[in-house]
């Protein structure tokens, strides 16, 4: 028998009076996941001597039935917290993540990826991460709001996920190991009054590491070499 933990997150209301988060709120909780899932392994080895594989099973920023926020799960910067709450379990060896709910419907408010009638933005969250590696390979960041994550699919492709949880543009040179000329295609999750990914997005060509890429306020942005 191979045992698991599996925990629930729901980091928001903070009591039952306080309401949604801000997207203040929500951005400096993206921050808190590292220090989450190391302490749940700390827990696992204090009281059961030995590595468990760690597995979200149901998460989301709310769990409560708030909808038409700035940061209420069927926002666009759910999807940006989303986006970094996924590198950073990723990033901390989590093996699974289930966001609650896949619908909406039947009373649930925001909790879940679509409505009864719309797509909500951390659906297009999901299916950027569809195109991001399997294998994770090293990556940082020396800025606390602009978080990056990469992987390498099966056939060696390099893929880098970059977020910007700020509400300012962000500026960033992008220094690729051992690849001094790739080939660039981006793919977006944008704020805009109907969300979408670009599935191409811009297509560059015969860049030299580093790269300097311009981030725009609260997006997602994945790049494929």
Known sequence: MTWRLTCLAYPFPGSRVSGPPSIDELRKDAQTWDKIIIHVRELIHQYAGHHLPIAITEFNPAYDQSVG?????????????????????????????????????????????????DVYPMDYTCQMYKKFGSELVYSSS??????????????????IMVINLSLEEKTKALRIGDRPRFRQKRGFLIPCKQWKTLESGIVQSNYSSPTVCDVIYCSTTIFVM
């Open 69 to 117: 926020g700035e940061a209420t799960p069927d926002s666009h910067y759910n999807a940006i917290w989303m986006a970094d709450a996924l590198g950073r379990m990723i990033e901390n060896g989590v093996f699974m993540a289930n966001e609650w709910a896949l619908t909406a419907r039947g009373g649930y408010g925001s909790l879940g990826l679509i409505g009864q009638t």
């Open 142 to 159: 020396d800025n606390p709001d602009l978080s990056i994550y990469a992987a390498q699919r099966a056939d060696e492709t390099p893929t």
